[in-house]
């Protein structure tokens, strides 16, 4: 080395040291912001005193940008020399230089070793600069060699270096753009000058880590932009897209490899009014066309313009994702699912919003319904667009809270061949109280005092305090009585030999006696018999079906499954006697009209339960209130407050599941928790002509056996079809002629008529209970039969399904014809009898 070159590197050297050490003692900024910056030299020569961030830093990003995104891990100067001839001097500068410079140096002498250095099983590290004798193009063509490099992948960042001839450079018609559009960063004139070549490393070494810290900052914020869930869109300042994240691909249905488009083919609305204008931040809707879906979606959409020296040079598109899509796979969390519920009126606040969402974000709380959601939607990962729309369709309907209730379709078919039986089972499951047009009658009068009969309309206090405290009973009705665990117990004979009061009777029967609810409940008998006597006492003895008699039913049906070996070991003595409590009082108060007739009807129980349950919500309410009010009667009032609480919350819960409105959910999540199917799986359970098999494992939780007495309360409310068929047929009668009685009513006042076909005139009782069967009964009652081992429940409904079929293939069709029939049967089965099986005879 030449002995002025040596002084050089070293005046360099020493001028950097100083620098650097001023300012490791003082602490003083260079002036460069961020922190990491802020405590080193602006120049130095090794790679220890001057790590690469900070040479990155040296052009500070806007200062909108975080300087600490700029990282770049520090490495050592890699050179690569490529130099035809074997001994050039000139290569061997530049490499004592990187050396100097604490680098590495290689030299090759042609493109396939320059190229062999960037392939990705090459040994050596990647260069960081690559300086390329463009000195002689007749031994080596530079600029293609330079295209070829580029042409390699990760080599966007490394630095070239063309060196040419002093004589070339100075030259009127050199031109440098050849090697700038070759690929070339700089440059350079040939020189043995260990200054010049020192200061070349240097610069090229600052080059170098500055375009890796850009590079690995523009590579953190893609994947950033990757992992969010919102639609993001970056576009140049002509509106065309230059980045999508995968959000925007999933959900627009684009592939991320295709090549950039205008904006405008997706997007419209607002916000590109808004980004063309040039204003820096704006909110607005976009309306995006989805190539998987028909119909475009609307979505509160954020957008800033990035400008550079005054100038925008990017704008980016921020949209968030509403119902109709998915872009929450990731998270599966309550936060998620409220978002994913925002829609375009919600962006004015949305920054409440998002704030009071981190709150629960934060809360350990997860329904399973958001992890399915999630698993759903991690299945649309590389999905094809058909699949995605299905999974998003999917997706939409999970995140409704009915998931158990089914949509009455209107099938036309079904209602031109079945108008009956769409009509009581459209009237029984619906939420919505008509299905014709609405007129209201001025002044509807209250039901509930309209069809009452005189005695039953407050407490009767006197017919407690005569009965007689033992529940001595003879004769007929100790008889009837006795049998009061048996299916086939005589209902309608319990109702004429009490005058109207089984429920009082039965009740004193199987609560004061076989399930012992007086020691259960620490009350005494007397307090019983008041209870029940209140509470039959608030049936209506008017109506047909839903009466004292009804309601009796149902407790029997409750005791009757108690009785099973299942339940025996499931349900506690006071899970046993809440049933009980349930099953008398759950209809209690019943106007005979249904809950869709009050609130057409405008009657004050629908407005106080603002058209939500009203009857099983009046039913639950007025059991409370009754047995509360009066000492006398309140068989809780020795209960301490948990016990009672307990107790409480069993009934209403039981007297609310009897809801026909809920029906599906609570047999389809009956049937989800306990029957597998023989292939293991839960799904589907229901039309499935697989054998049903009963996990057992389900038993043991408090909240599956929740179900489970809803679903005993359920099916003993209906149980009238699957009692053997004297029963079933005056059943059938009695809630015909209430229906009948409602259609009356509604048309006398003017009123929706909730079931048309229910019209004494026309319509057909055995196509009604044909239906029923069908529909409500069949399906449930095999699941419940399966759980507490009782074929005949199923036995008894298809029989009477049998019957009815045979009946209406003989034209039987109204309550006359039925009660025919009803007396034939009776002749048939017991020909030497001369009861007969209704109550009315
Ligand atoms: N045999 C039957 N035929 C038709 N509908 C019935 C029958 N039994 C019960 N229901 C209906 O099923 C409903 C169950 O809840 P409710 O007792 O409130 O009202 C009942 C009737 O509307």
Redesign the pocket.
């Known amino acids: 080395m030449l002995a002025g070159e040596e002084a050089s590197i070293e005046i360099v050297q020493r001028w950097l040291q100083r620098r650097s050490s001023d300012e490791i003692e003082t602490g003083s900024s260079s002036g460069s912001p961020g922190a990491r910056a802020g405590r080193r030299s602006s120049l130095a020569l090794t790679p220890e005193d001057e790590p690469l961030v900070d040479v990155a830093n040296r052009s500070p990003p806007p200062s909108h940008i975080p300087a600490a995104l700029f990282y770049a891990p520090p490495e050592p100067l890699e050179l690569l020399c490529v130099f035809p001839e074997r001994a050039s001097r000139v290569c061997a500068a530049a490499c004592n230089a990187a050396a100097r410079a604490g680098g590495e140096s290689r030299a090759v002498r042609g493109p396939r070793e320059a190229l062999d250095a960037f392939r990705r099983d090459a040994d050596a590290r990647i260069p960081h600069v690559v300086v390329i004798d463009a000195r002689q193009p007749q031994l080596m063509d530079p600029t293609l060699l330079a295209r070829a490099i580029r042409g390699m992948k990760n080599t966007q960042h490394v630095i070239l270096v063309a060196v040419v001839k002093k004589s070339a450079y100075l030259k009127d018609d050199f031109a440098v753009i050849p090697y700038l559009e070759a690929g070339f960063n700089r440059v350079m004139v040939e020189t043995l000058g260990a200054t010049a070549w020192c200061a070349e490393m240097l610069q090229a070494r600052a080059a170098a880590a500055t375009t890796r810290a850009h590079v690995g900052a523009v590579a953190a914020l893609t994947a950033a932009t990757d992992r969010c869930r919102d639609l993001v869109a970056v576009t140049d300042d002509q509106q065309r897209i230059l980045l999508t994240n995968k959000s925007w691909c999933r959900v627009v249905g684009w592939r991320p490899e295709e090549a950039p488009r205008p904006l405008t083919e997706a997007v419209s609305g607002e916000a590109l009014r808004l980004a063309a204008s040039g204003v820096r931040d704006w909110e607005a809707p976009v309306l995006i066309r989805r190539r998987a879906a028909p119909d475009p979606v609307l979505l509160p959409c954020r957008g800033s313009s990035v400008t550079l020296n005054k100038n925008t040079s990017h704008v980016v598109f921020v949209c968030e994702p509403s119902n109709a899509m998915d872009c929450e796979r990731a998270r599966g969390s309550l936060h998620s699912i409220r978002r994913g519920s925002l829609d375009v009126r919600s962006v004015a606040s949305d920054g409440l919003r998002r704030t009071s969402l981190a709150k629960l974000q934060g809360l350990p709380l997860e329904a399973p319904i958001t992890k399915v959601i999630s698993l759903l939607s991690a299945a649309t990962d590389g999905a094809p667009p058909s699949t995605i729309a299905c999974i998003d369709r999917a997706v939409d309907m999970l995140r409704t809270s009915e998931l158990y209730s089914p949509q009455m379709r209107e099938d036309p078919k079904m209602r031109a061949e079945d108008p009956i039986a769409t009509d009581?089972i459209g009237a029984?499951l619906s939420r919505e109280q008509v299905n014709s047009n609405i007129f209201y009658m001025q002044g509807a009068t209250n039901v509930l005092s309209s069809r009452r009969s005189s005695n039953d309309s407050t407490v009767v206090r006197s017919q407690a305090n005569r009965t007689n405290m033992k529940h001595k009973t003879t004769g007929q009705l100790r008889e009837v009585l006795d049998t009061a665990l048996s299916w086939e117990f005589e209902i309608f004979r319990l109702e004429d030999l009490t005058r109207g009061r089984p429920l009082t009777h039965l009740g004193l029967t199987l609560m004061g006696g076989r399930f012992d609810v007086c020691s259960t409940l620490e009350c005494d008998e007397r307090t019983l018999l008041h209870w029940l006597t209140v509470i039959e006492t608030n049936y209506h003895a008017v109506n047909t079906?839903?009466n004292s008699t009804?309601a009796a039913d149902v407790l029997q049906a409750v005791a009757f499954f108690m009785e099973k070996e299942r339940l025996k070991m499931l349900l506690e003595p006071l899970e046993a006697a809440a049933a009980l409590i349930s099953a008398a009082a759950h209809?209690i108060d019943?106007p005979g009209t249904?809950s869709a007739f009050l609130c057409n009807s405008r009657h004050s129980l629908a407005i106080l339960y603002n058209d939500v349950s009203v009857?099983e919500s009046h039913h639950a309410a007025l059991t409370f209130k009754l047995t509360l009010n009066d000492d006398r009667v309140n068989i809780f009032k020795n209960l301490d407050r948990d016990t009672y609480k307990s107790v409480r919350h069993n009934v209403i819960d039981m007297i609310l599941a009897?809801e026909?409105t809920k029906h599906f959910e609570h047999l389809a999540k009956f049937v989800n928790v306990f029957y597998a199917k023989s292939n293991g799986s839960k799904e589907d359970n229901m039309n499935t002509d697989e054998p049903l098999s009963l996990d057992t494992t389900a038993l043991t939780s408090p909240e599956n056996v929740v179900l489970i007495k809803r679903m005993m309360i359920k099916c003993a409310?209906?149980s009238?079809?699957s009692r053997p068929q004297k029963f079933?047929f005056e059943?059938?009668r009695r809630?015909a002629e209430e229906y009948f009685l409602q259609t009356d009513e509604e048309k006398a006042k003017e009123l929706p008529v909730v079931m048309p076909m229910f019209d004494r005139a026309t319509c057909s009782i055995p196509r009604?209970?044909i239906g029923?069967i069908d529909y409500?009964i069949i399906d449930m009652m095999e699941a419940w039969a399966a759980f507490i081992d009782m074929p005949e429940l199923v036995n008894h409904a298809r029989n009477n399904h049998q019957r009815w079929r045979e009946l209406d293939e003989a034209g039987v069709t109204t309550i006359a014809d039925v009660k025919r029939a009803q007396r034939q049967n009776a002749i048939q089965s017991a020909p030497n009898s001369t009861s007969q099986p209704t109550a009315e005879e």
């Open positions: 009581l029984l079906y839903h009804h209809d019943h249904s009857l009897t026909m409310d209906v009238n079809a079933a059943w059938a809630i009604s209970q029923f409500i």
